[in-house]
């Protein structure tokens, strides 16, 4: 029988979770970012003083990318703090995430190091470990010169042992000093300081700034940059280039085809009701096919769903995070639609078009609650920031009663999805006590989000919960290191 240290334990561990998922340390509808970032700080920290372990486990678990490089960034500054068994493991856990995350943002972490004065054994060997991995030091040396550059003093590196390091040293030291360069990218950001034909030879978002410093028009800078564009970037672009008046990053269905569901949601959404209605049959189609991608297996599976979907004006998000709740909302809409064999969509706005949603409006979610209880499916999620107004607490009155009085043996699942972090409750704000409120970041994460929502309900045993996160673990350390906490 777990004790109350144990369901204390549990609670805090769910607590840190949710806001690992939900918050990313910036403006929310609710809360500013001093207050995101003051209310992380203080879960980080308490989560690794008290429970080191499962701190470190939870890079782990699928949680953003801003918590987990802040882990691995408090991991590293306290491995005095660590025993050689955890030290072991927080090492395989560190290596595994810094080869998942964006690159940048490995970048942004390794500056952050310096910044901060973390040079001890273990920070220089991660570094080094990573960066002596990298397949195109070249391309990075350009993209992030200046970061790379930080890496390499600050980690004490040989350069000439990192791999294609031949013209590396002088490019990342005395680039303007050491005449021509035989590597091309470099030769090419050399060239562009004189030169605006090499800029359109550069990655964008160098490119950008010579094409600034040469006073070159938006329009023809977009055009001609069109081929070195990722297709994220090109995506990101097309409403800029196309005020600018260059046609060259009109989407096509090889831009959508691969993109990832929330992703493809924010881009849906940040069209023009006109396009969005034009362009129907394609984005639709595409929406579509990336939540059968995200679904897999599990397609059709789910039995009978019903989602209420929260549109309303707390939905548009924040100037950092533009319409970010809403994307999910979106996003969880049609990976639903793919998971269930029968399916019901409730938007707040009692829209029946999802392309077309909006912001606006109330957060009336007891009568749409209502609406979705009343086939008595076999799953209600409720996607929403869970400010529940009009009238102010109703949804909670009315899951109440239908959990006491109407659904005793729980035969309609209720869970609760929020992209929302609380800052001034330092959780996901919940619907109702006894139902479920996980936090949630991307759409695709949503089935196994919903699996993890049982532990909480404040009902399932703390070995349950560490064996769930054991399990995740596993994956991602050698077989001769266990982890156990």
């Known amino acids: ?182 590597t091309p990218l470099f030769e090419a950001w050399r060239r562009a300081h004189f030169e605006q034909a090499a800029v359109y030879a550069l990655p964008y978002t160098v490119a950008e700034g010579f094409a600034a410093v040469h006073r070159i028009p938006r329009a023809t800078f977009l055009h001609r940059i069109a081929p070195q564009l990722t297709r994220n970037e090109r995506l990101r672009l097309q409403e800029a280039a196309s005020r600018a008046g260059a046609d060259a990053l009109a989407a096509d269905e090889h831009d959508l085809g691969g993109m990832p569901l929330t992703r493809l949601a924010a881009y849906v959404l940040a069209l023009p009701v006109a396009e969005r209605e034009r362009r129907r049959e394609e984005l639709t189609g595409a929406l579509r096919s990336a939540a059968r991608r995200a679904a897999g297996r599990r397609v059709g599976t789910w039995g009978r769903v019903a989602a209420v979907l929260d549109d309303s004006y707390s939905s548009s998000g924040s100037s950092e995070k533009r319409r970010r709740p809403l994307v999910v909302a979106l996003a969880s809409h049609f990976l639903l639609e793919a998971l269930a064999a029968d399916y019901r969509p409730l938007w707040l706005s009692k829209s029946t078009d999802p392309l077309l949603v909006r912001a606006h409006g109330v957060t009336a979610l007891g009568d749409r609650v209502l609406d979705g209880l009343e086939a008595r499916p076999d799953l209600l999620v409720v996607v929403s920031d869970g400010w529940d107004n009009a009238p102010a607490g109703m949804v909670a009155e009315v899951l109440r009663v239908w959990t006491e009085r109407l659904d005793p043996e729980g035969a309609t699942a209720v869970v609760h999805l929020n992209p929302v972090f609380d800052a001034a409750g330092i959780t996901v704000r919940p619907l109702a006590e006894g139902t479920p409120t996980v936090g949630v970041r991307d759409a695709e994460d949503l089935p196994e989000l919903v699996a993890f929502a049982r532990f909480a309900t404040g009902r399932s045993r703390l070995e349950d919960l560490r064996g769930h996160i054991a399990a995740r673990v596993g994956h991602l350390l050698p077989k001769e290191e266990p982890w156990a906490a």
């Not at 403006?27 to 992380?40: K, T």
């Not at 990075?140 to 294609?164: F, M, N, Q």
């Open 1 to 182: 029988m777990d004790t109350l240290a144990d369901r204390t334990a549990a609670e805090d561990v769910l607590l840190f979770v949710n806001a690992a998922i939900a918050s990313t340390g910036q403006w929310e509808f609710h809360s500013n970012a001093a207050q995101q970032d003051w209310s992380l700080d203080f879960l980080h920290e308490y989560m690794l003083v008290n429970y080191r372990d499962v701190y470190a486990a939870m890079l782990a678990l699928g949680i953003n990318d801003h918590n987990r490089a802040r882990i691995v960034l408090r991991l590293l500054q306290t491995g005095r703090e660590a025993s050689g068994s955890q030290r072991v493991i927080e090492g395989h856990l560190i290596a595994r995430t810094l080869s998942d995350l964006p690159t940048s943002r490995v970048y942004r972490l390794f500056t952050t190091l310096q910044r901060a004065g973390v040079n001890n054994r273990r920070a220089r060997a991660v570094m080094r470990e990573w960066l002596l991995g990298r397949e195109n030091l070249a391309f990075e040396a350009v993209k992030y010169r200046s970061a790379l550059r930080t890496a390499v003093r600050h980690a004490h590196l040989r350069i000439e042992d990192l791999p294609g390091s031949g013209e590396l040293a002088a490019f990342l030291f005395a680039p303007l000093r050491s005449g021509r360069f035989a």
